[in-house]
């Protein structure tokens, strides 16, 4: 009789043991796999970032051409690009304001073929995101417009 | 003893029953990434037409419309139609493809659907077009596909 009821609570406290260890799995497995989407909802929040740099930097009227002021789509003068990458170095507080920590490079891809690094910084942060908006690049002088690109480098984590 | 199981059996149907709530039904929608993609296409559209080349300082869109109406414009030996096709196609292997996005770029008339294409979105989701309708007589039509 004795050792009946021993087993019986042998039984149950083993049942419960299951129990809880299921239970423990399950809570492990639902946080890993909440920790694996905030991860990828963050990496996500970081590329649209990149973006979003981008579209501040095609407001800036000292980029911005001065022809087709109406015409739809993002146009930089070429020699305003020119200056721009001395001008934003010499004011860099100011711009970090708005960029952040980032890397932003505009390429000429179909004219002259230059590169302008308009603002580098990186920090101490290790990860990044890359961002590419399309734009014309118009030259004033001879009065033509090439394919350029803007591309923002969002730096994040530590 | 039963009651142990039955307990085991509603936490495991409750775990699985969270998955679902917030996996399927409470899923994010991605309205952010559609603008994105919108945007992408219509600025290299609207970057790529007005973009002049080495063929008389003409632009792809005065290019393309000269293309649709069989006009004069010649680019050394090439006609305008080869001309455009293979600036444009410079164009996107610098941009498009870099960026490993799928495309597919159409410039089609009321008459001839495949004036010039570029790219293909077999097999990819669309996901925005970006269309610019040009003033030809017969309606030529350029269509950017950003697709994944």
């Known amino acids: 009789m004795k050792k009946k009821a021993q087993l019986k609570i042998w039984t149950t406290i083993a049942i419960l043991i299951v129990f809880f260890v299921i239970l423990m799995f399950g809570f492990i497995f639902y946080t890993q796999v909440e920790k694996i989407s905030f991860e990828r909802t963050q990496r996500e929040a970081e590329a649209r970032r990149s973006i979003d740099v981008a579209q501040v930097l095609t407001n800036l009227p000292e980029l911005q051409c001065s022809v087709g002021a109406v015409e739809r789509g993002i146009c930089f003068d070429y020699y305003k690009l020119e200056v721009a990458e001395e001008s934003i170095n010499d004011e860099w507080l100011y711009y970090y304001g708005m960029f952040g920590y980032s890397d932003i490079e505009v390429k000429d891809l179909s004219g002259s073929g230059k590169n302008f690094t308009l603002y580098e910084n990186q920090g101490d942060k290790t990860s990044y995101t890359t961002g590419f908006i399309p734009i014309s690049i118009y030259d004033p002088i001879e009065r033509l417009f090439s394919f350029g690109v803007i591309k923002v480098k969002s730096y994040y984590g530590q | ?148």
Do not use: H
């Open chain 2, 1 to 148: 003893m039963e009651i142990m199981g039955l307990a085991v059996i509603i936490i495991l149907l409750t775990l699985a029953g969270l998955f679902v709530v917030r996996f399927v039904i409470l899923k994010p929608v991605q309205v952010k990434d559609t603008y994105t993609m919108k945007s992408l296409a219509t600025d290299t559209l609207t970057a790529l037409l007005r973009t002049n080349t080495g063929c008389n300082d003409e632009n792809i869109r005065d290019l393309l419309m000269d293309c649709a109406t069989n006009g004069p414009i010649r680019c050394g030996a090439d006609s305008s139609c080869d001309y455009a096709r293979a600036e444009i196609t410079r164009i996107f292997e610098n941009s498009l493809d870099e960026w490993k996005k799928r495309y597919r770029f159409v410039a089609s008339t009321n008459t001839y659907d495949g004036l010039i294409v570029i790219g293909n979105c077999t097999g990819a989701t669309l996901v925005e077009p970006a269309i610019q309708p040009l003033p030809t007589y017969n309606n030529l039509q350029v269509r950017l596909d950003i697709c994944e």
